[in-house]
């Protein structure tokens, strides 16, 4: 089955600086790749997905990278606010087979102010 | 609210006792997870549905629980003979195919 390894475990970033956040899946067959951002106490939520026709994605401050050859994903966020601290989860998946989602471990970033 | 509902949000039990959960999906998603999160860790897999049909359990999962779809809508998670160690939040969630998945806003189970 699919394993994802997600680093670091956590990350400190000064408000305004840049935090990456990387992803290695195992399954090549692999195609769709999302992540979540999971306030204490809530529901992890999607903030952005990519899948494996394209090798890069944005939406404003955040962006995903693709590497398919080297299997892996990474997370962009650029000028950093205290509201973008909490924990951020990778996962990998085959979006139309049987494949279930499988989450990295996850990131708890703050962001200090 | 058309998102992913759970049913209880919070249960406090003794151990030995059993609990259910009860999830309801989006309408028109055909795909139901369960996932089991505990703090600091990722949402880690139990069982998912796709209709009524349940495509996958995990190996790690004791015989005490046990998962239902009967009718390809809603689900129900039981736990029997709880432990101290089955404390967490039970999250359930669905998508269509294999697409996103939404999740609801998690069951928080504590076995004392």
């Known amino acids: 089955g699919e394993n994802v390894e997600q680093h670091p475990s956590t990350l400190s970033v000064q408000e305004g600086d840049s935090a990456v956040i990387k992803c290695t899946y195992s399954?090549?067959?692999?195609?769709?790749f999302p992540w979540y951002k999971q306030e204490l106490g809530k529901r992890p939520q999607l903030i952005i997905d990519?899948?494996?026709?394209?090798g890069e994605k944005k939406d404003q401050r955040i962006a995903v990278t693709l590497n398919k050859t080297a299997k892996h994903f990474s997370l962009h966020i650029t000028e950093t606010q205290p509201e973008d601290s909490a924990v951020y989860f990778c996962?990998?998946?085959?979006?139309?087979?049987?494949?279930?989602?499988?989450f990295g471990t996850g990131t708890k970033l703050q962001v200090i102010p | 609210d058309t998102g992913v509902s759970q049913d209880p949000r919070h249960k406090i039990t003794k151990r030995g006792q059993n609990v259910t959960f009860r999830c309801d999906p989006i309408?028109?998603?055909?795909?139901l997870y369960w996932y089991r999160q505990t703090l600091g860790q990722g949402p880690e897999f139990l069982t998912y549905?796709?209709?009524?049909?349940?495509?996958?359990k995990s190996r790690l999962l004791s015989d005490r629980f046990s998962a239902e779809r009967p009718k390809g809508s809603f689900s129900t998670l039981e736990i029997q003979r709880t432990e101290q160690g089955d404390s967490a939040m039970y999250l359930c969630?669905?998508?269509?195919?294999?697409?996103?998945?939404?999740f609801g806003e998690g069951s928080w189970l504590t076995v004392v």
């Open positions: 969630a669905s998508s269509l195919e294999g697409d996103t998945i939404y």
């Open positions: 399954d090549s067959a692999s195609n769709y």
């Open positions: 990519i899948r494996s026709n394209v």
């Open positions: 996962a990998a998946t085959y979006s139309g087979g049987y494949q279930k989602v499988t």
């Open positions: 309408s028109e998603h055909n795909r």
């Open positions: 549905f796709q209709n009524e049909a349940q495509l996958e």
